[in-house]
């Protein structure tokens, strides 16, 4: 089957450095995605990935190794409002969106 | 100017009831989506729909049926509505490139359904 690992919560400090960790295990692979859902609201997009490598947005970046499964999410300088839950999506080799369960992050003064 | 939008964001509706969600996007986007958001805060990707091709994940219920009258509205009925139905369900919508690969998806703010 296909599964998508992420940790369910993590607790950082605001104006610290946090990495989400996500490992996959799909049916071929097409490029992983990241989203950040705040609590009551809709996903939004923070970052793709479809080549090894470190892809960075401002204060986000996002790391993918394909031989290895496994893609993590860089927060630096959090701040209160980053805290949301974060989630890892990869597209499968029949181009489906196949989601991880989202980590919750949350930010302490 | 709004997105992707839906109607109602609250619907509370008794068991056995027929219902539906109804959801528009302004992005001209080829692809609409929609999700079913447990408890848990997993998304399920319930349909996926391109004015050329419906793909249904297999593990939904008959009971639920996308309606698209245009390319902008994808629509989401519910019939004989359950229990378990209750969740929040999500619109999304996406572009398709030259490669024939969906950029990242745009998300309505969600329709809370509660059966009782």
Redesign the interface.
């Known amino acids: 089957g296909q599964n998508i690992d992420q940790p369910t919560e993590m607790t950082a400090t605001e104006g610290a450095i946090v990495q989400i960790n996500c490992t996959y295990q799909t049916s071929g692979f ?2 992983l ?1 990241w989203y950040q ?1 705040h609590a009551g ?5 923070l970052s ?1 990935n479809v080549l090894d490598g470190l892809e960075e947005k401002g204060r986000f970046s996002s790391f993918l190794s394909r031989s290895k499964g496994y893609s993590y999410l860089l927060l630096k300088e959090l701040q209160m409002k980053d805290s949301a ?1 974060y ?1 890892c999506a990869v ?1 499968d080799s029949n ?3 196949i ?1 991880g ?2 980590t ?1 992050l949350i930010i302490k003064p | 100017d709004t997105a992707v939008s839906q109607t109602p964001k609250y619907l509370v509706t008794q068991m056995g009831n027929d219902k539906s969600i109804k959801c528009e996007q302004n992005l001209g986007h080829d692809t609409m989506y929609w999700y079913k958001q447990d408890s ?6 319930m349909f ?1 729909y391109n004015n050329k091709e419906l ?1 249904i994940n297999e593990t939904v219920p008959n009971r639920f049926s996308p309606k698209s009258p245009d390319k902008a509205h994808l629509n989401l009925h519910i019939n004989s509505l359950e229990l378990g139905d209750s969740a929040v369900y ?1 619109c999304a919508s996406s572009q398709v490139g030259e490669s ?11 329709t809370r359904l509660t059966v009782t």
């Open positions: 097409n490029g995605f859902q609201e809709a996903p939004t997009f793709y839950s989630l597209r181009y489906q969106l989601w369960a989202g919750k | 848990k805060k997993f998304l399920k990707i996926s793909i999500f024939g690969l969906s950029y990242e998806q745009y998300f309505g703010p969600g």
